[in-house]
């Protein structure tokens, strides 16, 4: 009984492995996950292959995930998920995409999620000109492409 039942679960994680890579989960929060961080995603930073997808977790209530139009990559889909909900979200193209919590931009609550091989030095020179970006949601995109471009 308890070999089968464990050849039962060797079987499943098998057959785990072999379906697509598992999301990447993106929580948010209130507080941190550094001390003294108000209203994050977290991680911020995210990589994915092309097809990868991002799981995001309404750790905290009162969230959403929206596309930053006017840094979103020409041409995809638009991105948005509703507040206090999970979705996980699969990306087909290889690009930059930005997101925000809409109430929440202003405080700087934005991640970035990199797809495939993409042009860090680029994004982050549109994001320091973008129209219409809170200082603060610039400022971290900023530090976001940065750290981006070392990895
Ligand atoms: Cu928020």
Redesign the pocket.
Known sequence: MMIRTTLAALLMMTGTAAAADPAVTVR?L?RGPAAGDT?AYDPALVRVPVGGSVRFEPTDK???VAAIQSLWPAGAPPLTVPFNSEATVTFERPGVYPVQ?????G?G?VALIVVGDADMTEFAAKAASAPGLAPRARAKLGVLAGAAGQS
């Open positions: 948010e209130n209203f009162g969230h959403n919590c809409t109430p929440h931009t405080l609550m």
